[in-house]
């Protein structure tokens, strides 16, 4: 060994899991290093197939969902995109919900479709159904259930039905409900999918994402495709989402039940035409909710009355408590606007009106409230003068 070879320290225990980092990871012999390559998928032979603290953080979240196998990405866009390259080719047919994450089908239709790949979009409510869209050449299935800002429920198991009696692999992006409401692989889905930006991470300040699985051979492929598109995630962002993973279970349930009690306050005011939540009785997708999850998370939307752009800017500027912006889950609450041409434009369009979605945090749920209906006040003024 070299000098400069960091040598293990003494024995020393911390309840906090140990931030390691390297690029070169060190061999004691000719021998090892040039076997190397024969460590994968789970060993080290350099930075970035991981360190033990991305393997601990895998760890965690395979059990989490009851898994076998995880490997963690820099984001969840990049889990998403890493388990459709591990697998689609040209030639093949990939079938996306219309609203699955955006980033995705931009992904499906930007970059897979220049390779060939035939992209499909399909409904985002589908069950058994979807086997009229399955050919011979169908390679893998996206779903997310409920969709991104839409939230529409498909029927999980009923398109894992088919897809299974097809030779079909499937996906899911689960990053609403968390394992906590719904595990995938429980369900028959060969890979869950997190951003674990959200949830997980819990504070809005970092980004991960994840890819759990059971099978082995899947497992190889994913963890190859991880490092060959040079995906490395930093040790310091996989300790700062095992910090959050000692709390998810509290954060979860808190911003559940306050979000289902907002939730439920919102559908009777009139200033909102529907807000789109499937744990809410009226909702359409209550029925498949209620079968196969078993909690609702922290995040919904909302369509509000008819209104000009105006009525919509005095809502976001009344509020004080909810800041403006992309991505949920984190302690703060935040508000987030979809605009009417987005939701018209879109595959299988839900509506043709602007969405509002929110994301509730840990703060007082009376006081959210609070905040909404000052800033609902605020929106049906302007609504008024406007019409
Ligand atoms: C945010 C989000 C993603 C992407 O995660 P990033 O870490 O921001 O890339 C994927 N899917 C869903 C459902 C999300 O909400």
Redesign the pocket.
Known sequence: MTSHTQKAPQPFRSLSPAVMRASTVVFDSLAEFTRRKERQPDGYSYGITGTPTARQLEHRIAELEGGAHCVVT???????MTTVMSFVRGGDHLLVSAA??G??KTFAHNWLAHFNVEVELYSPAIGAEIEKCIKTNTRMICM?SPG?VTMEMPDIPAIVEVAKRHGVMTMM?N??GSPLAFRPLEHGVDFS??????FFGGHSDL???CISMNDAGYYAAVRETQSILGQQTSPDDCFLVMRGLETLKVRFAAQSAATLQIARELEHHPEVSKVLFPALQSDPGYAIWKRDFSSSGC?FSLILAPAPEAAFNAFFDALQQFAIG????GVHSLAAYYPAPLQAERAFPLTDQPIVRLSIGLEDPAMLLADLNAGLDAFRRTRAVAT
Do not use: F, H, N, R
């Not at 999918?193 to 959200?198: C, G, S, Y």
């Open positions: 820099p984001s969840g866009q990049s889990a998403l699955c994450y980033a995705l997310e991104t992006d990053t609403w999918i997190e951003a674990a930006t959200k980004l991960v994402g995040l992309a991505s949920w889950g």
